[in-house]
């Protein structure tokens, strides 16, 4: 009898286990050895972080800030000791197949995307502390104006060094418009020997319709953001307002023009002709009455 | 004579005199009545507009300026100028979190049981699976249910929402009637926290307070569109969802991502479809198809 409420017990605890964090999750076997294909270096981190940003952040937050998502089960942070547990097999696993409110990144991403992610992830590894030198953040500058009739961005992009400023050579500068809620990535050029550039503005840009847009201009990571902005460029004609077009059953103010002239027509149409019979009838009325014998 | 006149003459100044003392008195008055009375450590409770209640010292308030009704319903009317709203629901992307629906009804006030957004269960054939559908108000181009309105208390704005004036609405239902996506409600009883929003200035474009015995309807949250804001369904997504942005702008931001695409090539790529399109409705709203999901299907509402 003892027996059976001690393993009755020791069942019903380990049915609460989850709800104290610990983590039953479990990884097949041939994903526990996987290893990540993707090298650990600067590149494959700042590619992972992209994936990261775009997939994971929403619930997950930024690694190391602990500003996850107050879910249940919690999402833990990237640098947490939950996350950095796993091996990256178990990771490749969990990203994959999803479970509850962890989607499955099967269908949306392919696996390289998903091993880069892990990488970034790995950064925060307290045992890969140190191992990957960042390379100092160059500092750039770019100064651009709108020419040739709003028809190009003219760029100059130079770089900042101790004691003196160089052009930037073969350097990609993004450009993006302005839009309501964010920045749309219109298109990139890569700038020649001079440090400069010319991007030619798409003429069947899409705009507000005041025609006008705004760009920003940005480098690449290597540098310290930096962005220039090019406000107001008229690219195309101020568009008028949105038509309301006129439709057959609406109210007075959208309706059809034939449909009100039809109607007020024969309104007025009907009211003349009853205004004219009883116009004959009092005339009639009029001569009976001066006509009396 | 002289006497006469000089008398009408002393009666219209002191009837001028006790007029203008009038007038001077009862400003002074309505003056007063403007002023907050400033009682050091007297702490009140308000509700703010964003749905929260916050409980700040009397001392520190001013009066705001608020937009009376006729302004309201006016710019309401209008619209923001040069923009076409359009949103984009990627059904791939849903798992029935339903925060968006919550989001919702905190913002305009609804009932539980009442919903502008709903995310239903679908299944479109024997064979297929299912999948969960959000579904706002598709605010056509083409809307029957603003030309039904015997009072034309809704109607279409300059930038594409759909509107309801409930200062106008009389309650006959006959949009419900001519709506073929179910997409307004009634207020059969008192709406929710209405003791809450007793003499607030109706705003329009949230349609709160909400008034028993008038029709509400999603209005792709225009106060927040005024401030520059994404709709709270939007916001509140934490699966990406929902892209939402100006389709003269040709440009769409996803709530969650902060993500900004462009609109042509994200429906065209994914081949986004309008619902029942076949009615001439024009919809504003797009669907892409649930292909590639991002969770498998639960087969239930997710508890929340």
Redesign the interface.
Known sequence: MKKTIIIGIAFWLAGLSPAFGADNWPVPEEYNVMDNPVEFNNQNVRAGRDIYDKNCKSCHGDPGNYNALPLVPPPPDAASEIMQANSDGQLYYKITIGRGAMPQFETTLGSDDIWRAITYIRRFDPRNEGKLVEEALRKGKIYALVGNYNSTIDIVAEEELTDNNIPLSNTTIFVRAKKTFGNLLVGSITTDENGRASYAIPQDMKVKSDGQVDFILSLNDDFETVTFSVSGVQVKQPDSNVELPRVLWSTNDRTQIWLLFTYFAALIGGWTVIGYVILQIYKLFRLGRNNKP | MNNANSRRNFLKMAGLTAASAGVAASAGFLSSCNRIEAVEGDRIKLLTSSGELVEVDRASLTPAEIPSLTENQKRGRAGL????WVMVIDL??C?N?RKCMEACQTHHQLRPEQHHMNVLQMKDAENTSPYYMPKPCMHCD?PPC????PV?AT??R???IVLIDNERCIGCRFCIAACPYSARVFNWLEPRDSEKYVGVTYNIEANVPQKKGTISKCLFSADRLRD?K?PSCVSAC???VYW???Q????V?NG???????FSNLIRDNAGYTLLEELGTKPRVYYLPPK?????YQGEIHPS
Not at chain 2, 81 to 84: A, D, F, L, Q, S
Not at chain 2, 146 to 149: A, E, P, Q, S
Not at chain 2, 292 to 296: D, M, S, V
């Open positions: 100028p040069g923009r076409k791939a992307r798992r979190a083409n603003t030309k039904v309105c034309n109607f279409k300059e930038d594409g520059g994404l934490p699966n990406s939402f942005g100006d003269n702008e040709d440009a931001t969650t991502t902060g993500e900004t695409v462009s590639g999901r991002a969770f498998p």
